[in-house]
């Protein structure tokens, strides 16, 4: 009898919700994938990167819609942190970029854009390329993206100036949000930029052990977290994991079907009015970053909620437990791991954690998982829309 987070197969497939819990479990085994991918493409890569003089003088814009734009506002601070080489990072939405082009693309700079897509269908995808080959003098593009099928690889056929690094196949989500596509597309952009990829292969597989086991031993604990009665979920953290709150508060929101309300934040923008939506009704998640400097911030504001003692509930997710962190929390999801980089596990751990409990709390709301939306107000790729030509100036 096979089962995912105790629950049997086919009872999933009855409830419509098969493909999300699997999409989220098989993410380890999906990451061992990529990193074969980047091993597979390393020639080919720095082929690219030679032919258009790839330096510190470009710019790199990491853009994409929805759960795709995350990834880059994840990218963003890790690489102007990780990467040896002095490049300016930039993450834009395409849902930014679309109707005000000239806010973002102005500008004689070389330019690299890294496009990111579980699909490569939504409506942006295709036309910020066609506006950005238009405004800009000199750019070039990367698509990653999850569907050999779909627009963007199609578009990169036979571009000498386009780079396509199709992810896992797997990774083409057929749950309606994005988990397994989401992971990888983060893996792959932090592999485009890092250097020293052997090193980082090594690290990344210790940290697909630690995700693996998380999942395993967790998922009871967070699901009696989800099964509680929240009617707001406030997801909280900061530098690389403040794109991840993002993404893990819009989980909750898709799989919920909007029948309870989760923002995100950062650690210390919270305070800053947003701190107003806490009731009794509340559940809080600080995603501890394991930055030394920056973890000071996460446990003064946990000390400083758990006085006020208007949440019902207070949880920090994090990779290792101090008694600061004890005393203000009402529940303390750790993994416990010293012996690794702890910031960027911290990133892959938190995911899996996020992602389970909004699989959880959809299970809990008794919706269709893999279709929260059965009668189609919110689909899992963007309806078409018109798209204007744009003209320049």
């Known amino acids: 009898m096979n089962m995912i987070f105790g629950i049997e197969e086919e009872v999933l497939k009855k409830d419509n919700s098969f493909n999300t819990a699997k999409e989220i479990v098989q993410q380890p085994r999906l990451w061992m994938e990529t990193l074969e991918i980047f091993k597979e493409n390393k020639e080919k890569l720095e082929k690219f990167f030679s032919?258009?003089?790839?330096?510190?003088?470009?710019?790199?814009i990491f853009t994409g819609a929805g759960t795709s734009e995350y990834v880059g506002n994840i990218l963003e601070p890790m690489l102007r942190k990780k990467c040896s080489l002095d490049f300016e990072f930039k993450s834009i939405g395409t849902t930014d970029i679309l109707n005000n082009p000239l806010n973002f693309l102005k500008g004689s700079k070389k330019t690299l854009i890294v496009s990111f897509a579980r699909s490569g269908d939504s409506p942006e995808s295709s036309a910020v390329i066609d506006i950005a080959n238009d405004i800009l003098d000199e750019v070039y593009h990367i698509f990653i993206t999850c569907n050999k099928d779909g627009a963007l690889a199609k578009m990169a056929t036979g571009n000498k100036n386009i780079f396509l690094m199709l992810m896992p196949e797997e990774s083409n989500d057929k749950g309606f949000a994005m988990t397994s596509s989401f992971s990888c597309m983060i893996l792959a952009g932090m592999l485009l930029f890092i250097p020293d990829r052997e090193e980082k292969h090594n690290e990344m597989k210790k940290i697909i052990e630690i995700v693996s086991n998380e999942m395993e031993t967790k998922y009871r604990e967070i699901k009696k977290l989800a099964e509680k009665d929240h009617k707001r979920i406030v997801i909280l953290g900061s530098g690389i994991l403040s794109g991840l709150s993002q993404e893990l508060a819009l989980k909750v929101m898709e799989l919920s079907a909007g029948k309870v309300v989760a923002v995100s934040n950062t650690t210390l923008g919270f305070r800053h009015g947003p701190?107003?939506?806490?009731?009794?009704?509340?559940?809080?998640?600080?995603?501890?970053?394991?930055?030394?400097?920056?973890?000071?911030?996460?446990?003064?504001?946990?000390?400083?909620?758990?006085?006020?003692?208007?949440?019902?509930?207070?949880?920090?997710?994090?990779?290792?437990?101090?008694?600061?962190?004890?005393?203000?929390?009402?529940?303390?999801?750790?993994?416990?791991?010293?012996?690794?980089?702890?910031?960027?596990?911290?990133?892959?751990?938190?995911?899996?954690?996020?992602?389970?409990?909004?699989?959880?709390?959809?299970?809990?709301?008794?919706?269709?998982?893999?279709?929260?939306?059965?009668?189609?107000?919110?689909?899992?790729?963007?309806?078409?829309?018109?798209?204007?030509?744009?003209?320049?100036?």
């Open 275 to 393: 701190k107003a939506i806490v009731n009794e009704e509340t559940i809080i998640f600080n995603l501890i970053n394991e930055e030394e400097y920056a973890k000071k911030y996460d446990e003064d504001l946990l000390e400083e909620m758990y006085y006020d003692r208007r949440a019902d509930r207070i949880v920090a997710y994090c990779m290792e437990e101090n008694k600061k962190i004890i005393s203000n929390t009402d529940k303390l999801i750790c993994a416990g791991e010293e012996k690794i980089d702890k910031e960027l596990a911290g990133l892959f751990v938190y995911l899996a954690y996020g992602q389970m409990y909004a699989f959880f709390k959809s299970q809990y709301l008794g919706n269709t998982t893999d279709n929260p939306f059965p009668t189609g107000e919110v689909n899992r790729v963007v309806k078409k829309f018109k798209v204007y030509k744009f003209e320049k100036e």
């Open 51 to 60: 032919e258009i003089g790839f330096d510190d003088s470009f710019k790199v």
